[in-house]
């Protein structure tokens, strides 16, 4: 669970499909209306470097997308043809292929970790079902559901397949688990209706899942600002600072935490490059805010530990390390009951999103604070 992608996540798919090709001029999709068989209507590509979970092929109207490694052990793979709307659907296309006209105008997502990037491409308005609304935290998403303009689905055995039918969706994203007890995808799938199936949980480099969220095709544009650029520096001063300087290490990844104000300000994500990045700059925050946690409760600092893990939580809700850190902390202060409050919502959010329970060391954790073990023996 460690290696659970953080939570926004990664979306080659979603901007796949929401892309606005780049030889437009518009800032808003639009269908080809004169279609040249000689022009590619793609012209902006991406290489995968790390990701083994995913491949790309490129050709003029579409592109090709194969899920390699849909979840853990998986042996069957998933293949999406990508066609650019008003281009003709090609003959030759591979006889599993599922495809999908791009832009979308509708989606459905029975995830909640894929509504922070649709978030990021402006595109919330293209949501029309969800799995579960009440786990939703997304301003713009809740407002869209509070107006009624967002259905429930289910998940599962318990999903609404008639209320998926008569939203008509261009496609419905999700996860698969190998598992009939939580798929609910070949139910969906029987009843004609379009899933593609996400596979970025899987991917356990960083910076492959970063290649995951690589925006491509889109008119973006990154906005390098002075105060960006500044931030940056220091923050990667600081994390240098405290790997050499084992005295004042707590001092210089309490900088570096300081420094992190989140995702790179992004109007844009023209870059590959600039996207892994962004990605790095994560995993290095999260690392030094887990680092710093420790450092904290060695040294008996436990407010300032609980701090420090519930940060590290923002960045990824499913870093089960930063979740046992804050565990720790609060049973240090006595606060058992909090904890095992913590725990069971931790429980819970694993459950709903993933369909799985906390790790081993997570759940000995649970059961040791309930039993009463003293917390330096946590």
Known sequence: MAQRLFTVLSVLLLAAVFAVPAWSQEATAACVEQYDADTNYFPDQVETEYTEGFTVEYFNNYKLVTVLTPYPGAEET?????????????????????????????????S?????????????????????????????????????????????????IEALLEL?????????????????????????LPVVINGDWVDTNPLGRAEWITFIGGRYAFNRTLEYWHDEAAFTAALAQAAHDPAQRATYLQQAADLYHGDLALESLDSEVLLVRREQMRQQAMNALLELGALHLAAGMFSAAADTYRRAITLDSYLEAAHRGLLRALAHQNERGLALAHYQSLQSLLHHDLGVDPDH?????????????????L
């Open 78 to 110: 998933f293949q999406y043809a990508l066609v650019q709307c008003g281009t003709p659907i090609p003959d030759d296309l591979p006889e599993e292929a599922l495809v999908i006209e791009v832009p979308v105008q509708s989606i459905v997502t029975m």
């Open 112 to 160: 909640t970790t894929y509504l922070p990037a649709l978030d990021v491409l402006g595109v919330t308005e293209t949501i029309v079902g969800m799995d579960e609304l009440d786990y939703v935290n997304t301003l713009s998403i809740r407002e869209r559901i509070d107006s009624g303009e967002v259905v429930e689905a289910g998940s599962g055995s318990g999903v609404n």
């Open 168 to 192: 008509e969706p261009d496609l419905i994203m999700m996860q698969s688990f190998g598992s009939p007890d939580f798929d609910a995808a070949p139910v969906l799938v029987d009843a004609g």
């Open 361 to 377: 060391a997570t759940r000995a954790l649970a059961v040791a604070i309930n039993r009463g073990d003293p917390p330096d023996r």
